[in-house]
């Protein structure tokens, strides 16, 4: 876990510096806060399972509880780290967006390690906004939930899709917790 703060900590001063030494402009391009929010939830991949899949399923506590914690801090983490910067010379928003992508991204990530295992599961999260990014869609048909990272703040299937990632991915993920490695994959 310390870690993954230092890294996200990292990402977010290399992406503010980046933004404030290459543009001339206060707010932040939403491409880049959509890519900044997905680099810091992947930083978090590493802690969505730890080293041993036995203890994992095993302990005198409940451990949903204890998973759904964990993402929700990890969720507070994200937001509290680029809704800083909107006091500053490069602002990452507006917020809506930060916490929309934040939660939606982190749903689907925890949907990820509890279907394909922690090591793995920033694949989807990534591939999605990347193509939502690249081919961005209007506000007709199925456009706004195929690209729901990319949409305008306001847009509210992009916020039902992002919600419901979220809270799908936080009840896969704190009930079964992280998929089981293969035998091979655990030794390493």
Same mark, same amino acid.
């Given at each position: 876990?310390?870690? #993954?703060?230092?890294?996200?900590?990292?990402?977010?001063?290399?992406?503010?510096?980046?933004?404030?030494?290459?543009?001339?402009?206060?707010?932040? &391009?939403? /491409?880049?806060?959509?890519?900044?929010? !997905?680099? !810091?939830?992947?930083?978090?991949?590493?802690? !969505?399972?730890?080293?041993? *899949?036995?203890?994992?399923?095993? #302990?005198?506590?409940?451990?949903?509880?204890?998973?759904? #914690?964990?993402?929700?801090?990890?969720?507070?983490?994200?937001?509290?780290?680029?809704?800083?910067?909107?006091?500053?010379?490069?602002?990452?928003? /507006?917020?809506?967006?930060?916490?929309? *992508?934040?939660?939606?991204?982190?749903?689907?990530?925890?949907?990820?390690?509890?279907?394909?295992?922690?090591?793995?599961?920033?694949?989807? /999260?990534?591939?999605?906004?990347?193509?939502?990014?690249?081919? /961005?869609?209007?506000?007709? &048909?199925?456009?706004?939930?195929?690209?729901?990272?990319?949409?305008?703040?306001?847009?509210? #299937?992009?916020?039902?899709?992002?919600?419901? !990632?979220?809270?799908?991915?936080?009840?896969?993920?704190?009930?079964?917790?992280?998929?089981?490695?293969?035998?091979?994959?655990?030794?390493?």
């Amino acid at each position: 876990m310390p870690a #993954a703060l230092v890294a996200a900590g990292a990402v977010a001063a290399l992406m503010w510096t980046l933004w404030t030494v290459f543009s001339n402009s206060r707010d932040v &391009g939403v /491409p880049m806060v959509i890519l900044t929010v !997905l680099l !810091l939830v992947a930083t978090s991949t590493a802690t !969505l399972a730890g080293p041993d *899949d036995a203890l994992e399923r095993t #302990a005198a506590l409940s451990w949903p509880p204890r998973r759904a #914690a964990h993402l929700l801090a990890t969720l507070a983490v994200v937001i509290v780290l680029l809704l800083a910067t909107l006091h500053t010379g490069a602002r990452f928003g /507006p917020a809506g967006l930060v916490v929309r *992508d934040a939660a939606g991204l982190l749903g689907l990530t925890a949907l990820g390690a509890a279907t394909i295992g922690a090591a793995r599961s920033w694949f989807l /999260p990534l591939g999605w906004t990347l193509a939502a990014i690249v081919f /961005p869609q209007d506000e007709r &048909g199925a456009g706004p939930i195929l690209t729901w990272q990319s949409q305008a703040p306001g847009s509210k #299937a992009a916020a039902l899709t992002a919600a419901l !990632l979220a809270i799908g991915g936080l009840a896969a993920y704190a009930l079964s917790g992280p998929a089981r490695r293969a035998p091979a994959e655990a030794a390493l």
